[in-house]
């Protein structure tokens, strides 16, 4: 509580201090969308050209300058990559808010290259660190697959591993799958993968903006240890109908969006039509995956109802279904069924509040048939509140603050270490308050300071109040140049039962960290330096170290029912990471460079993780050609995952069903004697992909062609080594792929 009263005085001393801004200026706040369809544009860079003041949209679309002398006219200059800048004059009144509703024409069909407008004003007022931001204009010129793809496109920045092709799922700094949150309008997503986690369920197209967090994340996200996502939809064309079909080798779409009175929609819904493409990515094996989503969002605002208010109901729905013809081949089947309910007021002072209310549910099932394989029925119910509140002085400083309340039940139903059925139910109610002061008066140093408080705990174990404080802070000696730095401790009480012996983790059931072990904790400490001297070069160099404790494996010792099914260990990670965004006339570069250490420490033994990378290299670049054509490269390379050497077999009795075996030789079969965990290193994986795109602007519509190849030096990177009999598998070999996008 020491913490905690430091923090409050501290906070009590910025407050009292604000006021002396506050005489003879105003505030200028805007919103600046689309002037075709109403959306708003995140992200977008507005400058006072007489004072020399600038800002930056955020999420929302709303940009904020405060003290602005007060009783002058200004012209403001608001910019956006692809859209014509527009110059507006603007009127500030003393101690007055003055909103403006601001709305930029695209240029026309020429496509731009990745680059983010306004980073100049993001590098001096803004306190994040390990954050990466991506709007809908970048995901396009993202790297693609068999398509755009949102986790897919995440892997190629700095500090974020995969295990090959075949997963889109990620591993942040050394930290599990299970310790990434993903959220979408603020939902939490507990299964975002479609197709045996080939890529996610999130639709790209309905994807308005992307932040994403690589560690040392503020006080308002909690609940992980790694990594936050963090999502916002489009809310929909707020001036016509329209409608946008697509199709790739694996999946077609339809997207439909409009007006409504005061609002707009916007429906997405995705289907699967083929598996050929799929058996090349599991070596030629038929993999009979059936997947949808749907993702809908409607919102409505009205001064007649309640002024300065936006209200929004959103919606996501998911389904896999992996059934095979072979009756020993276990079935898969899982969904994620989500809603959220939000309102967001934006009253006249430089305020934002919001309350919202969502719900969101998983459900997985592995069907054994006559595979042998141990049935398993898992179900997460999670029901959310919150409340947030953001209020910015006329120093630029921000106050955040809120509360977060979840319930959450999970039920695992399995059989035990005899055979035996049991259903494993938890449930638990998590209270959440967390409070941050944003300090940007100053140009020289910007610093972000919070408290997430645990007042009501998820797990059994931990009846205590448990704080995680927070700090993020940039030291700018030149206009160019900063020193940043984070440190933070985060709590996680939810986790998934994971076999890390397995190659694919097909089915990973949630529980509730139960009560014989204590929630895991991790802490993360950051340093780096930022270094922008234009907004065609950005560069910046950051070391970290995270240590994580009470991580949670299954064990694989476990004789007895009496034993515990999760014993604990400790991990941790660290390394340097450098990333640069260069762009040169029409040519745009992303290049990174990773050295990284991740190690797991399990009864007294200490060994790496699978997804253990020493080093790591990503190039992207980003050929902007003209009338509508754009070519894009991506080149990675890293060195060889950790894994277990088969050292020999031996004939092992299984007698699991008299009427499918027959004669002596169907009850023996090899078993496999496996080598210390993790000892020996897969080669080196490497592989080039190539994608050429072309914008059509019809009279009727607006046609895009993709076409992309995987691979393109087809290259032979190990996938694993057969358990069973010794074979290698290799990922994705030569691969051409297309998707053709038609926009009404």
């Known amino acids: 509580m020491r913490y905690f009263s430091s923090l409050l005085l501290l906070l009590t001393i910025f407050l009292s201090t604000n006021s002396v801004y506050s005489q003879e200026t105003g505030t200028l706040r805007g919103l600046v969308s689309d002037s075709l369809s109403g959306e708003v544009l995140v992200y977008a860079s507005a400058y006072i050209k007489e004072i020399n003041k600038g800002a930056h949209t955020d999420t929302r679309g709303y940009f904020i300058i405060p003290s602005v002398p007060a009783n002058k006219t200004y012209t403001v200059a608001v910019s956006y990559v692809g859209y014509q800048t527009k110059f507006i004059t603007v009127e500030v009144d003393n101690n007055k808010l003055s909103h403006y509703n601001i709305s930029l024409s695209a240029k026309g069909i020429q496509m731009q290259t990745i680059e983010k407008v306004g980073d100049r004003y993001e590098f001096q007022n803004d306190t994040k660190v390990s954050v990466q931001r991506i709007a809908a204009r970048e995901l396009e010129l993202m790297p693609k697959g068999v398509e755009t793809d949102v986790f897919r496109s995440i892997q190629y920045l700095p500090g974020v591993q995969t295990t090959g092709d075949v997963s889109a799922k990620y591993y942040v700094r050394g930290g599990a799958a299970n310790q990434n949150l993903v959220l979408v309008d603020g939902v939490t997503v507990y299964n975002p993968f479609h197709a045996l986690g080939l890529f996610g369920v999130i639709d790209p197209d309905i994807v308005n903006n992307l932040e994403f967090y690589k560690g040392g994340f503020a006080a308002e996200f909690g609940g992980r240890l790694s990594s936050v996502m963090s999502i916002s939809t489009k809310d929909g064309d707020k001036n016509k109908f329209g409608a946008t079909a697509s199709s790739s080798f694996m999946a077609a779409k339809l997207l439909l969006e409009g007006p409504i009175p005061n609002g707009s929609f916007i429906i997405s819904g995705r289907k699967s039509f083929s598996n050929k493409i799929l058996d090349n990515f599991f070596d030629e094996n038929h993999v009979p995956v059936d997947f949808y989503d749907v993702s809908m969002k ?399 602007d019809l009279s009727f519509a607006k046609v895009t062609l993709d076409a992309s190849i995987i691979n393109v030096y087809n290259r032979k990177n190990i996938f694993y080594f057969k358990r069973e009999n010794g074979e290698r598998v290799n990922m994705l070999p030569f691969l051409p792929t297309a998707t053709i996008k038609v926009k009404l």
């Open 298 to 696: 409607t919102n409505f605002t009205s001064p007649d109802f309640i002024p300065g208010a936006k209200f929004t109901v959103s919606g996501m729905f998911s389904g896999d279904n992996l059934k095979q013809d072979n009756p020993r081949v276990e079935d898969y089947k899982w969904s994620n069924n989500i809603m959220g309910i939000r309102w967001l007021q934006v009253p006249d002072s430089p305020l934002f509040f919001e309350l919202a209310f969502s719900t969101s549910q998983f459900k997985g099932e592995l069907i054994s048939k006559q595979s042998g394989a141990t049935p398993k029925k898992n179900i997460v119910d999670d029901f959310s509140m919150e409340m947030n509140f953001n209020y910015v002085f006329d120093s630029k400083d921000e106050v955040v603050s809120g509360f977060h309340i979840r319930d959450i039940t999970t039920t695992l139903a399995m059989n035990n270490a005899v055979g035996v059925p049991v259903e494993i139910k938890a449930n638990g109610t998590s209270v959440v308050f967390f409070s941050k002061y944003k300090m940007l008066r100053f140009d020289e140093v910007d610093m972000d300071l919070g408290v997430r408080i645990n007042a009501v705990n998820l797990s059994r174990n931990s009846s205590v109040v448990v704080m995680e404080p927070r700090l993020n802070i940039k030291i700018r000696p030149t206009d160019n140049f900063a020193l940043i730095g984070a440190a933070g401790v985060y709590q996680q009480e939810i986790s998934t039962v994971t076999n890390e012996y397995e190659v694919i983790n097909i089915f990973e059931p949630w529980v509730i960290s139960p009560e014989y072990i204590k929630p895991q904790v991790a802490a993360h400490y950051i340093t780096g330096i930022e270094f922008v001297p234009s907004e065609d070069f950005f560069i910046t160099v950051e070391s970290y170290y995270k240590k994580i404790d009470n991580f949670p494996v299954v064990n694989q010792k476990k004789i007895l029912v009496t034993d515990p099914d999760f014993v604990t260990g400790e991990a941790e990670s660290y390394g340097v990471e450098i990333f640069n965004k260069s762009k040169l006339e029409f040519i745009t570069l992303m290049a990174s460079y990773t050295n990284a250490y991740t190690y797991k420490t399990l009864g007294g033994l200490r060994y790496y993780n699978k997804y253990d990378i020493r080093h790591q290299v990503n190039l992207n670049l980003d050929f902007d050609l003209g009338n509508g054509w754009n070519v894009g490269a991506s080149w990675i390379f890293h060195s060889g995952l950790p894994y277990t050497k088969i050292i020999g077999y031996y004939d092992k009795m299984y007698i699991d069903d008299y009427f499918y075996q027959n004669s002596y030789a169907d009850f023996r079969q090899p078993y496999t004697i496996l080598g210390i965990d993790n000892l020996h290193r897969l080669p080196e994986y490497h592989k080039l992909d190539i994608t050429l795109s072309k914008k059509f």
